[in-house]
């Protein structure tokens, strides 16, 4: 959630600063802003609720705000009202130190009445304001000194980008529990929350650790650790294309990512098939730790904690260890039962999620080992774990995860089958016939995106209902769970995974005439049971849209009213194959709802506030 673009160099920073953060519009915003030095003007602040096209216009494209030094803001409201006021940059009494923010500043009350009580009037309900305030309280020449002191005194996450007026030739970012990165160029420098801001400009970027303060001028970058000795930060290259961050020709971000998932899927898998079998040169666990397992705890948050929900059941199907899945927000609240024979596996796209950052550390401080599944190379996750596999999907701009997801599953099957050999527990045929199929993945992927208008179709037909049941047993409850949240983040309809078996437990009592079923019916040995779930929402005047294999084809259509029919897959794979009409349907029903797909309301692409 919000954004962050900083630029100092010799070009005209408003244009580049409002294009960084047309950019990240996709992390969820409700407010823009930015703060850009001129030597005869000063501090120019604008500020601007709504889309980010409030602040283009109230800009005249940039050229209204003239300068070469400056930060920008896109900002996701949580201490005040969204507006002008509360948006972001936040200045100073006198006007002369702006502060851009992601994260809360947890203790700014304590130190919002400290200040006041020093005379200081605040302007706004924030508590980013309360960072520009002490600064300047601080500030007596020399802006990184004033900065060391101030960090001293904030507690909570924050990333921070500080421009001064009586400094103009340098700017400072700071960074604690939320993603900032340094961009070098030549004749400038950057910063920004997402590599997406910055790629138009430069490919080699730097990953701020927790702590670190960077001090930016237009020719160097100097980076300062929490006690403000200087350290080397390494330098990496960003290869992917900026296309991958553009609609290619598609309506949204959303429907071009799900479109994506066969290719995603492919990138994920291939190079870690070679001749047959499964290579993770990634990962530093011994066979011997492996056997010492006694459990594996996944942890993740969203739609992350749905992959793990699809993973509990095949890693205990494959493994034969316990595995307890985890939302983040609660495990460390939990007093979980953690050994140095726990093994973590902590699931996080940005690799950013602060509940899963915070609930990640719980559990190695408790002596689990961590293996982490995430999209962003260099993340904080990533660094902090003991092993990592990267899923290798590419940037994701729509808020809806998709092809996140898909690539999520495919490393979880991959380390399944990984230490289902070492451990003993498939032979050599039961192995060969799982990597083969899994490699099929992709294909069969493929084969439903090819045919999507009979999904556009049902869509039209239910997308007026204002609550639906997901249902399903084992695997399929699962991916119901991620059915269901795609529904209800991007069409806003009310909509509720259940259990199959748990309907008679109080659930089909809301169940009446008109109310929309989905159930998902791929596991074919539970094909059965679950059609007998299907008659007891019937009886009760459900309408139902059945999902299951071509196996079961023709059953479904006798039993359901709209059938969609996936390619025969083995269970295992089942979620890949099965979570993509659900992703299409949700799409498609939000597109006739006429909602902001790509950015649902209320929502963030990165969460980094607890």
Same mark, same amino acid.
């Not at 200087?230 to 071009?256: C, L, N, Q, R």
């Not at 994920?268 to 079998?277: E, L, Y």
């Given at each position: 959630?919000?954004?962050?673009?900083?630029?100092?160099?010799?070009? /005209?920073?408003?244009?580049?600063?409002?294009?960084?953060?047309?950019?990240? +519009?996709?992390?969820?915003?409700?407010?823009?802003?930015?703060?850009?030095?001129?030597?005869?003007?000063?501090?120019?602040?604008? @500020?601007?609720?709504?889309?980010?096209?409030?602040?283009?216009?109230?800009?005249?494209? &940039?050229?209204?705000?003239?300068?070469?030094?400056?930060?920008?803001?896109?900002?996701?409201?949580?201490?005040?009202?969204?507006?002008?006021?509360? =948006?972001?940059?936040?200045?100073?009494?006198?006007?002369?130190?702006?502060?851009?923010?992601?994260?809360?500043?947890?203790?700014?009350?304590?130190? @919002? *009445?400290?200040?006041?009580?020093?005379?200081?009037?605040?302007?706004s309900e924030t508590d980013t304001e309360v960072v520009a305030q002490l600064l300047e309280y601080y500030y007596h020449g020399d802006l990184l000194d004033a900065v060391s002191k101030v960090l001293h005194r904030i507690e909570g996450a924050y990333a921070l980008g500080i421009v001064c007026a009586d400094e103009p030739?340098?700017?400072?970012?700071?960074? @604690?529990?939320?993603?900032?990165?340094?961009?070098?160029?030549?004749?400038?420098?950057?910063?920004?929350?997402?590599? #997406?801001?910055?790629?138009?400009?430069?490919?080699?970027?730097?990953?701020?650790?927790?702590?670190?303060?960077?001090?930016?001028?237009?020719?160097?970058?100097?980076?300062?650790?929490?006690?403000?000795?200087?350290?080397?930060?390494?330098?990496?290259?960003?290869?992917?294309?900026?296309?991958?961050?553009?609609?290619? &020709?598609?309506?949204?971000? $959303?429907?071009?990512?799900?479109?994506? /998932?066969?290719?995603?899927?492919?990138?994920?898998? =291939?190079?870690?098939?070679?001749?047959? /079998?499964?290579?993770?040169?990634?990962?530093?666990?011994?066979?011997? /730790?492996?056997?010492?397992?006694?459990?594996?705890?996944?942890?993740?948050?969203?739609?992350?904690?749905?992959? &793990?929900?699809?993973?509990?059941?095949?890693?205990?199907?494959?493994?034969?260890?316990?595995?307890?899945?985890?939302?983040?927000? +609660?495990?460390?609240?939990?007093?979980?039962?953690?050994?140095?024979?726990?093994?973590?596996?902590?699931?996080?796209?940005?690799?950013?999620?602060?509940?899963?950052?915070?609930?990640?550390?719980?559990?190695?401080?408790?002596?689990?080992?961590?293996?982490?599944?995430?999209?962003?190379?260099?993340?904080?996750?990533?660094?902090?774990?003991?092993?990592?596999?990267?899923?290798?999907?590419?940037?994701?701009?729509?808020?809806?995860?998709?092809?996140?997801?898909?690539?999520?599953?495919?490393?979880?099957?991959?380390?399944?089958?990984?230490?289902?050999?070492?451990?003993?527990?498939?032979?050599?045929?039961?192995?060969?016939?799982?990597?083969? *199929?899994?490699?099929?993945?992709?294909?069969?992927?493929?084969?439903?995106?090819?045919?999507?208008? +009979?999904?556009?179709?049902?869509?039209?037909?239910?997308?007026?209902?204002? =609550?639906?049941?997901?249902?399903?047993?084992?695997?399929?409850?699962?991916?119901?769970?991620?059915?269901?949240?795609?529904?209800?983040?991007?069409?806003?309809?009310?909509?509720?995974?259940?259990?199959?078996?748990?309907?008679?437990? &109080?659930?089909?009592?809301?169940? +009446?005439?008109?109310?929309?079923?989905?159930?998902?019916?791929?596991?074919?040995?539970?094909?059965?049971?679950?059609?007998?779930?299907?008659?007891?929402? @019937?009886?009760?005047?459900?309408?139902?849209?059945?999902?299951?294999?071509?196996?079961?084809?023709?059953?479904?259509? #006798?039993?359901?009213?709209?059938?969609?029919?996936?390619?025969?897959?083995?269970? $295992?794979?089942?979620?890949?194959?099965?979570?993509?009409?659900?992703?299409?349907?949700?799409?498609?029903?939000?597109? $006739?709802?006429?909602?902001?797909?790509?950015?649902?309301?209320?929502?963030?692409?990165?969460? #980094?506030?607890?």
């Amino acid at each position: 959630m919000c954004g962050i673009v900083g630029y100092i160099g010799r070009e /005209q920073v408003s244009p580049i600063l409002l294009d960084g953060l047309t950019r990240l +519009e996709y992390r969820g915003y409700d407010s823009a802003g930015l703060a850009v030095f001129h030597p005869e003007k000063g501090l120019q602040v604008v @500020k601007a609720r709504g889309r980010l096209q409030a602040l283009w216009d109230a800009t005249q494209q &940039g050229q209204a705000v003239p300068g070469t030094m400056g930060v920008g803001h896109t900002r996701w409201a949580t201490h005040g009202a969204p507006n002008d006021i509360n =948006s972001h940059p936040q200045v100073s009494q006198s006007g002369k130190i702006a502060v851009v923010h992601n994260g809360i500043i947890e203790n700014y009350v304590k130190l @919002k *009445e400290f200040l006041e009580a020093k005379g200081v009037v605040f302007a706004s309900e924030t508590d980013t304001e309360v960072v520009a305030q002490l600064l300047e309280y601080y500030y007596h020449g020399d802006l990184l000194d004033a900065v060391s002191k101030v960090l001293h005194r904030i507690e909570g996450a924050y990333a921070l980008g500080i421009v001064c007026a009586d400094e103009p030739e340098q700017f400072v970012a700071v960074r @604690k529990d939320s993603p900032l990165i340094v961009g070098h160029g030549v004749g400038f420098n950057m910063i920004a929350s997402d590599v #997406t801001a910055l790629i138009s400009y430069t490919r080699e970027v730097s990953y701020l650790n927790d702590g670190e303060v960077a001090v930016l001028t237009r020719d160097s970058i100097q980076v300062y650790d929490s006690l403000m000795r200087p350290v080397t930060k390494e330098v990496v290259h960003i290869d992917w294309e900026i296309s991958a961050a553009e609609k290619g &020709g598609y309506e949204h971000f $959303m429907f071009k990512e799900i479109m994506e /998932q066969p290719k995603a899927i492919q990138a994920t898998i =291939s190079p870690r098939i070679q001749n047959g /079998q499964i290579v993770l040169d990634e990962l530093n666990i011994t066979q011997e /730790q492996l056997q010492q397992l006694d459990r594996i705890y996944v942890i993740a948050c969203g739609s992350s904690y749905h992959v &793990g929900m699809a993973a509990k059941y095949i890693l205990e199907r494959l493994l034969r260890i316990p595995v307890e899945v985890a939302l983040a927000s +609660e495990f460390r609240y939990s007093e979980p039962i953690v050994t140095e024979r726990t093994l973590a596996v902590v699931i996080s796209q940005s690799g950013e999620t602060i509940d899963t950052l915070a609930a990640m550390r719980e559990a190695k401080r408790l002596g689990a080992r961590i293996l982490s599944i995430v999209n962003v190379v260099g993340s904080t996750i990533a660094r902090e774990s003991d092993d990592v596999l990267y899923t290798w999907a590419g940037p994701e701009i729509a808020v809806a995860t998709t092809k996140a997801y898909s690539t999520q599953l495919a490393v979880v099957y991959l380390l399944a089958l990984d230490f289902a050999k070492k451990l003993g527990k498939l032979n050599e045929q039961e192995y060969e016939t799982l990597v083969a *199929e899994l490699e099929q993945l992709p294909e069969k992927a493929q084969m439903i995106l090819d045919h999507t208008e +009979e999904i556009q179709y049902f869509a039209s037909i239910y997308f007026n209902h204002n =609550s639906i049941f997901f249902i399903g047993r084992n695997i399929d409850y699962a991916v119901g769970l991620e059915g269901s949240l795609k529904l209800k983040e991007i069409s806003y309809i009310h909509s509720e995974a259940y259990a199959a078996g748990e309907l008679k437990h &109080g659930t089909i009592s809301l169940i +009446e005439d008109g109310t929309l079923v989905v159930a998902l019916a791929g596991w074919n040995t539970l094909f059965e049971k679950l059609m007998s779930n299907v008659k007891e929402v @019937k009886a009760r005047g459900a309408d139902v849209i059945g999902v299951a294999t071509q196996t079961h084809a023709q059953k479904l259509s #006798t039993q359901v009213d709209s059938a969609l029919v996936i390619p025969d897959v083995h269970p $295992m794979f089942l979620p890949s194959l099965e979570v993509i009409p659900m992703q299409l349907f949700a799409y498609y029903v939000a597109l $006739m709802r006429g909602c902001d797909i790509d950015k649902p309301r209320n929502l963030a692409k990165s969460v #980094t506030v607890e």
